[in-house]
């Protein structure tokens, strides 16, 4: 797709400002960044699901033990929320993680409707076997990129994602 815009595409509503949003088409899809980060994203994930399956690993699996890798114990809801996976699927997932010896979960003593899940050793090896596949997929992803571009770019998605998030974590 060709460069189309030349305007400013975060024209934000002012007194002073009284020019009309600009269109769909005069913005383009290669400066709608949202179009950009589906398609970065659902690349991602088709190329990690077919990577996981040497594994017998879903992607669902994949970021629960990733999350639970560096989190001492979190509940249901927070890794759905971590995760970025439907609570419904996480129950899923977990089900099967716990099956397979990969995580605990354990009733809270605080309260015993919340349930605590924590990674087990099974499941810390599992995840360090899937990690330098998703390491290198990283580091794919970000060819020529230079760790100050990086750096800025994490930067401006904590912005965006603190403007949408819906969730305090």
Do not use: C
């Not at 024209?11 to 769909?24: A, D, I």
């Not at 129950?91 to 924590?118: H, K």
């Not at 499941?123 to 899937?130: D, Q, T, Y």
């Amino acid at each position: 797709m060709e460069e189309r815009f030349s305007g400013t595409v975060l024209r934000r509503r002012s007194q002073e400002n009284t020019e009309k949003r600009p269109t769909m088409g005069e913005i383009g899809l290669n400066h709608f960044a949202p179009y950009l980060m589906n398609r970065l994203m659902a690349r991602w994930n088709i190329n990690m699901s077919e990577e996981l399956r040497e594994y017998d690993m879903t992607t669902a699996k994949m970021r629960a033990l990733a999350v639970l890798s560096v989190s001492s114990s979190v509940t249901i809801n927070e890794l759905s929320v971590f995760a970025v996976t439907e609570q419904s699927t996480m129950s899923r997932t977990l089900d099967s993680l716990e099956q397979q010896g990969f995580i605990r979960r354990q009733p809270r003593i605080e309260d015993m409707r919340i349930r605590d899940v924590s990674i087990t050793e099974e499941g810390r090896a599992a995840f360090e076997k899937v990690w330098p596949t998703m390491y290198d997929l990283f580091l794919q992803m970000f060819d020529g990129v230079e760790e100050t571009e990086y750096r800025a770019f994490i930067s401006t998605l904590h912005k965006v994602l603190h403007n949408i998030r819906k969730h305090e974590i």
